[in-house]
C-alpha cells in the first residue's frame, strides 16, 4: 500500500470521504513522504518509544510514526476525521485514537496510563498553526514526562522558540521554552508540502527537556512574569517596563534601581539583551526585595 502522504493516495481519501478541510483547526496536510520521514528520524524514535501525537489529520505522519515507534497515542479534535483514521490506520494496531481538544485533555494522565511500559516518550506532531504556542506551553508546564518535542510549526514561531539575545525574535518565550528545553530548528519546509499550502513558512523543531533548568530562580512564576513584563513594550528600557507593568512598580522604583544594580544589568539595558541568566538574577533580586 502507497505511503498515506503521497498527493494521489491523499486525494483518494479525500473524495472517498467528502472531507473538506477547516481552516480554522489549521487543518494542512501533509503529502510528502520525505518529510514525513525527516521529522520522524529526527525524533530519534525506538520500538520501545511513547509517542504522543497532536492532531493526526487523515494519519500522514501517524503512518510513520507507528512503523518506528513502540506505541502511538493521537489526539484529534475533529470528529469527521475518526472513520477515515479507522480505515486508514487500520493496518497499526499500535496506534490509539483519542478524539479530544488536546488543550483540554489530562495528557499527564493519559502518558502515565497508556506508557507506563515505554522506556521514553516524544512527541511528534504537524502542530495546528492557531494554537502552536498553547499546545508547546501546555506540554511544558503540565507535569507530563516527556523526553521531548519534534513538532512542525510556523518558521517565526520556530524563530521565537529558539532565538538568543540580542535577536529581534528573542522575547519571553524563547526564555520560557529554554528554561525547560534545549532548542533547535532542525529544518526549514517549504509550503509546497502541505495540502492546502499555508500562508506561511514552516520547520520543524527539537526541544528536548532538560533534567533540570539551567538557571536556579526562588520562585518559578515570579521569574515569568519579570521576563513577560520585560517585553511589554519593546523599545522602553528595562527599568522603564518593569516599573509600569510589575504591580509593585510604581511604588518600588527604588527597589528595582538596586536589584538591577545587584544583578550587575544597567537600568538602561532593553529586555532583549538580557540572557537567561541575567533574568535569574534580575527576578531572584526583586522577589527578595518584593517578598
Ligand atoms: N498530522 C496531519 C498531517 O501532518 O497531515 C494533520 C496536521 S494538521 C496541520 C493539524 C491537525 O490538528 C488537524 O487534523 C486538526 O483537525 C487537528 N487539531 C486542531 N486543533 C486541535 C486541538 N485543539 N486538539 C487536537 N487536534 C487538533
Do not use: C, W
Request: proline share 6%; net charge neutral.
Amino acid at each position: 500500500m502507497k505511503d498515506i502522504a503521497t498527493p494521489t493516495r491523499t486525494k483518494e481519501i479525500l473524495q472517498k470521504y467528502g472531507f473538506s478541510f477547516k481552516k480554522s483547526l489549521g487543518q494542512n496536510f501533509l503529502i510528502d513522504p520525505n518529510i514525513l520521514h525527516r521529522i520522524t528520524e529526527t525524533a530519534d524514535l525506538t520500538k520501545e518509544t511513547g509517542v504522543i501525537e497532536i492532531g493526526p489529520g487523515i494519519g500522514a505522519l501517524t503512518e510513520h510514526l507507528a512503523r518506528s515507534a513502540g506505541k502511538v497515542i493521537a489526539f484529534e479534535i475533529d470528529q469527521r476525521l475518526l472513520p477515515i483514521l479507522a480505515d486508514t490506520l487500520s493496518p497499526y494496531p499500535q496506534v490509539k485514537i483519542i478524539h479530544e481538544d488536546v488543550l483540554k485533555a489530562d495528557v499527564a494522565r493519559i502518558a502515565e496510563e497508556e506508557f507506563a511500559d515505554r522506556k521514553d516518550i516524544m512527541v511528534v506532531a504537524n502542530l495546528p498553526y492557531y494554537v502552536t504556542t498553547p499546545i508547546i506551553m501546555k506540554l511544558l508546564e503540565d507535569a507530563i514526562p516527556i523526553k521531548g518535542i519534534v513538532v512542525m510549526l510556523q518558521k517565526e514561531v520556530a524563530d521565537r522558540l529558539s532565538a538568543q539575545p540580542g535577536s529581534k525574535s528573542y522575547g519571553s518565550l524563547s526564555i520560557a521554552v529554554q528554561y525547560y528545553t534545549k532548542a533547535e530548528t532542525a529544518f526549514i519546509v517549504p509550503k509546497t508540502v502541505f495540502m492546502p499550502q499555508p500562508n506561511v513558512d514552516s520547520a520543524v523543531i527539537k526541544l528536548i527537556r532538560r533534567e533540570k533548568p539551567p538557571v536556579d530562580v526562588l520562585n518559578e512564576s515570579f521569574f515569568f512574569t519579570v521576563t513577560r513584563v520585560s517585553f511589554a513594550q519593546r523599545r522602553k528600557t528595562i527599568l522603564n517596563n518593569l516599573t509600569h507593568q510589575l504591580p509593585q512598580g510604581k511604588a518600588g522604583k527604588e527597589q528595582i534601581v538596586q536589584a538591577l544594580e545587584q544583578a550587575g544589568i544597567d537600568p538602561s539595558r532593553r529586555g532583549e539583551s538580557l540572557s537567561l541568566e541575567e533574568f535569574a538574577a534580575l527576578s531572584n533580586a526583586l522577589y527578595t526585595a518584593f517578598h
